[in-house]
């Protein structure tokens, strides 16, 4: 008859209680007791009881560490942070993440370490700390050459920042990005998409205060774009896009705005970020009209 996940931790718990320098000068003891753990923290987690596989998943932990172990230590570890997150105790997984990336940058394990901060920013959500744990995924990634992934994590810094509302911050690192691009032979067919979103993200800036002299500036840099990236071209929908914003924007026009958003939206995807962008240009205008009236 199998035991339950609570009769596991009690065995566990009744091998520890014996000592700890006892517990050691037997190794099969301590790999049953951990083994029970394990076992019971399996048993939770199946059974959907996230923050009991927590805990007892960081207990495994916790006998890891003591004994040296650093292999089981850090899967513990992992599955304890995990579960502390699907439990919603976010303060927990944070700390555990927090631990884990501590582990692997000490053992220059920097894939492994990267991929925990990109557990941590998730976790964090759209704050100014998720953005932190992206920058430094971004930075261990350059560290092992994965230049690739480096990109790929620094676009989700941009996309964290927009929906932040860090307009600014996001125009400087899609900027970055498509500059960086069309030195890449392999990246260069996504600078269009890049200096794309770069132009987006300074529409996004624009207020009602500003909206005249902000539009300017949006049109110089989309030419200057234009000028750098030849596929950046009135043949395509990004650049149809662009024109028709900022002419939208020029004679504060809310439903030329939206006529153009229209026919963007019937051929291309729009995600959550550019419905976040194009929501806040229409605001804008429809706001400007108002005071108009």
């Known amino acids: 008859m199998s035991k339950t996940p609570e009769q596991l931790v009690a065995e566990a718990e009744k091998l520890l209680h014996k000592g700890w320098l006892s517990f050691l000068g037997s190794g099969s003891n301590y790999e049953k007791a951990h083994e029970k753990l394990v076992s019971a923290g399996t048993q939770y987690k199946a059974a959907g009881d996230f923050a009991n596989a927590a805990r007892v998943f960081e207990r495994a932990a916790e006998l890891c560490k003591k004994d040296k172990n650093e292999v089981d230590f850090i899967v513990d570890l992992e599955e304890a942070a995990r579960c502390h997150a699907k439990a919603g105790d976010v303060k927990a997984a944070t700390r ?83 500059r960086k691009a069309l030195d890449d032979r392999a990246a260069r067919l996504g600078a269009r998409n890049l200096f794309f979103m770069a132009l987006l993200s300074q529409l996004s800036t624009l207020t009602s205060e500003n909206v005249s002299v902000g539009v300017e500036s949006v049109r110089e840099r989309f030419t200057e774009y234009q000028e750098l990236d030849p596929q950046f071209n009135e043949y395509t929908r990004e650049h149809m896009l662009i024109t028709a914003i900022i002419e939208a924007m020029e004679c504060e026009s809310p439903e030329k705005l939206k006529e153009a958003i229209d026919d963007y939206s019937t051929v291309c995807t729009v995600n959550d970020i550019k419905e976040q962008i194009f929501a806040r240009a229409v605001k804008l205008l429809e706001g400007r009209s108002e005071s108009i009236m």
Request: some cysteine; hydrophobic content about 40%.
């Open 96 to 178: 555990l993440y927090e631990q884990i990336v501590d582990t692997y940058d000490r053992k220059r394990q920097n894939v492994k370490a990267a991929k925990a901060c990109l557990s941590l920013s998730e976790l964090l959500g759209s704050n100014e700390r998720a953005v932190e744990w992206l920058d430094r995924a971004t930075k261990y990634y350059e560290a092992q050459g994965s230049h690739t992934m480096a990109a790929d994590v620094l676009k989700s810094m941009a996309e964290q920042m927009i929906k932040g509302g860090n307009y600014e911050g996001a125009l400087m690192m899609y900027d970055r990005l498509a």
